[in-house]
């Protein structure tokens, strides 16, 4: 079973930076396989896709994020990384990652993806 636990999340003040992790219990050649993403979701906002990585190592990111947040993809320690700079208030929010190994079509909409973690809270302080 393809299971995800997220870490890193944490309080930070405006301009910090954190380093989010999503470790998969799957082997090495399967995790290479999916692409994956990360989502995230406000209080009584709905989830939105910050950013998202294929199979081939492609990634794709919300406008909101460009140039601050960068995905990356471990196959070898079957993780997935979400590396967040100059963190404003308004990415206040629960993250969470999501996986997939099918096709995605929409890589920041969360239909396409049928693993989820449990989510860790990141909280910007401006």
């Known amino acids: 079973q393809f299971q995800l636990q997220e870490s890193g999340g944490g309080s930070v003040q405006a301009g910090e930076s954190l380093r989010l992790s999503c470790a998969a219990s799957?082997?090495?050649?399967?995790?290479?396989?999916?692409?994956m993403g990360w989502f995230r979701q406000a209080p009584g906002k709905e989830r939105e896709g910050v950013a998202a990585?294929?199979?081939?190592?492609?990634?794709t990111y919300a406008d909101s994020v460009k140039g601050r947040f960068t995905i990356s993809k471990d196959n070898a320690e079957t993780t997935l990384y979400l590396q967040m700079n100059n963190l404003k208030a308004e990415d206040t929010a629960m993250y969470y990652c999501a996986a997939t190994g099918t096709v995605v079509v929409w890589p920041l909409e969360g239909r396409d993806y049928h693993y989820w973690g449990q989510g860790t809270q990141v909280t910007v302080s401006s």
């Open positions: 990585i294929d199979n081939r190592g492609s990634p």
């Open positions: 799957v082997t090495r050649y399967t995790f290479s396989t999916f692409s």
